[in-house]
């Protein structure tokens, strides 16, 4: 079965009528629900200790959120809002992603899945924004790293928006490997393509912004001709899929055209990766704003990391071939490509 990590804390986030609220959870869990929770274990996270948060963020950045929280939160920027209980959701959802993390190389599961918010991937290691406090996905690979035995760990960030926060945090680390799809241009305004990491990391951060448009023939195509490939030679532990859903087509604040059933394809091609290397998925729940494609996807995913229908072949569209051809020019994956 695949671990759903879950807590209480997730609906006390109260963002008020901000897209990124507690109705996300709500729907998610009501369409689980219904269909009985299937292959799913349940259980609730350990609030993130202060340790697991300092590998990635400045002691600066974890003391001035708690202490913001502490005294009845408030804006942090135009997209970003706190209340008293964000804090506990932060650590929740962070904590979610180093527990997933330990019970996955530990070989308790195969798959864990971190059914929390707020999410985390535009959090940088001094700085919250994006909706974003803490980020939840660089705490668990971290954590692989640091505590559980991992050497090399892969981040696939599938969100709409760039992963600015899990890019800068990772960008001079060559053990940790992040690939973003994101469309572009569009908040942040960060991720292109000659951005590859510097020093120990150079080539270790793979930005592959998309048009407005894109669809599953762009993401999916990127996932089976590019991400699979450099993840075999790069031979994670780890996988860390930072699952944003706002590439659905129904998403009202970007402009991709995926379904459920590329998200599905998506994470197929994850799960056959995941079984070929030996290496369990950690998935860290990020975007997706409207919630029925949201709820629809999130089941679609967990169908596909749980099932055995193999991955759709796809054949690659320009796109995805200028990518291959751009990544495979570069230094530390010339000849992998």
């Not at 959802?93 to 195969?110: P, Y």
């Given at each position: 079965?695949?671990?759903?990590?879950?807590?209480?804390?997730?609906?006390?986030?109260?963002?008020?009528?901000?897209p990124?609220?507690?109705?996300?959870?709500?729907?998610?869990?009501?369409?689980?629900?219904?269909?009985?929770?299937?292959?799913?274990?349940?259980?609730?996270?350990?609030?993130?200790?202060?340790?697991?948060l300092?590998?990635?963020?400045?002691?600066?950045?974890?003391?001035?959120?708690?202490?913001?929280?502490?005294?009845?939160?408030?804006?942090?920027?135009?997209?970003?809002?706190?209340?008293?209980?964000?804090?506990?959701a932060?650590?929740?959802?962070?904590?979610?992603?180093?527990?997933?993390?330990?019970?996955?190389?530990?070989?308790?599961?195969?798959?864990?899945?971190?059914?929390?918010?707020?999410?985390?991937?535009?959090?940088?290691?001094?700085?919250?924004?994006?909706?974003?406090?803490?980020?939840n996905?660089a705490?668990?690979?971290?954590?692989?790293?640091?505590?559980?035995?991992?050497?090399r760990?892969?981040?696939?960030?599938?969100?709409?928006?760039?992963?600015?926060?899990t890019?800068?945090?990772?960008?001079?680390?060559?053990?940790?490997?992040?690939?973003?799809?994101?469309?572009?241009?569009?908040?942040?305004?960060?991720?292109?393509?000659?951005?590859?990491?510097?020093?120990?990391?150079?080539?270790?951060?793979?930005?592959?912004?998309?048009?407005?448009?894109?669809?599953?023939?762009?993401?999916v195509?990127?996932?089976?001709?590019?991400v699979?490939?450099?993840?075999?030679?790069?031979?994670?532990?780890?996988?860390?899929?930072?699952?944003?859903?706002?590439?659905?087509?129904?998403?009202?604040?970007?402009?991709?055209?995926?379904?459920?059933?590329?998200?599905?394809a998506?994470?197929?091609?994850?799960?056959?990766?995941?079984?070929?290397?030996?290496?369990?998925?950690?998935?860290?729940l990020?975007g997706?704003?409207?919630?029925?494609?949201l709820?629809?996807?999130?089941?679609a995913?967990?169908?596909?990391?749980?099932?055995?229908?193999?991955?759709?072949?796809?054949g690659?569209?320009?796109?995805?071939?200028?990518?291959?051809?751009?990544?495979?020019?570069?230094?530390?994956?010339?000849?992998v490509?």
């Amino acid at each position: 079965m695949a671990l759903y990590l879950r807590h209480p804390t997730s609906l006390a986030h109260d963002t008020g009528p901000h897209p990124e609220n507690a109705g996300r959870i709500e729907a998610i869990e009501s369409a689980l629900e219904r269909a009985g929770w299937p292959g799913l274990e349940r259980a609730e996270p350990p609030p993130a200790e202060r340790e697991w948060l300092t590998r990635v963020h400045s002691a600066r950045h974890v003391d001035s959120i708690a202490r913001l929280c502490a005294a009845g939160g408030g804006p942090i920027d135009l997209d970003t809002v706190t209340v008293p209980a964000s804090w506990e959701a932060a650590l929740r959802a962070a904590g979610a992603a180093a527990e997933g993390a330990r019970s996955l190389l530990a070989g308790e599961h195969d798959v864990a899945f971190c059914g929390m918010r707020p999410p985390g991937h535009h959090a940088e290691s001094g700085r919250a924004m994006g909706f974003c406090l803490l980020n939840n996905a660089a705490v668990g690979a971290a954590h692989a790293v640091a505590a559980c035995g991992a050497e090399r760990v892969l981040v696939l960030d599938w969100d709409v928006h760039h992963g600015n926060g899990t890019e800068e945090i990772f960008r001079e680390r060559g053990d940790v490997l992040y690939v973003s799809i994101h469309q572009s241009p569009l908040y942040p305004g960060t991720g292109a393509a000659a951005e590859i990491g510097s020093g120990a990391g150079a080539g270790a951060t793979v930005n592959l912004p998309v048009p407005p448009g894109a669809g599953g023939a762009e993401f999916v195509g990127l996932v089976a001709h590019l991400v699979v490939p450099l993840a075999h030679a790069f031979r994670p532990d780890l996988l860390v899929v930072s699952a944003g859903y706002d590439a659905h087509a129904a998403d009202p604040l970007a402009g991709c055209l995926l379904d459920d059933a590329d998200y599905a394809a998506m994470a197929a091609h994850v799960r056959e990766l995941g079984r070929g290397l030996a290496a369990p998925i950690l998935v860290c729940l990020e975007g997706g704003y409207e919630r029925g494609a949201l709820a629809r996807s999130v089941l679609a995913t967990l169908g596909a990391l749980n099932g055995d229908r193999p991955a759709p072949d796809v054949g690659p569209v320009p796109l995805v071939s200028e990518a291959v051809a751009r990544v495979g020019s570069t230094d530390r994956w010339r000849g992998v490509l």
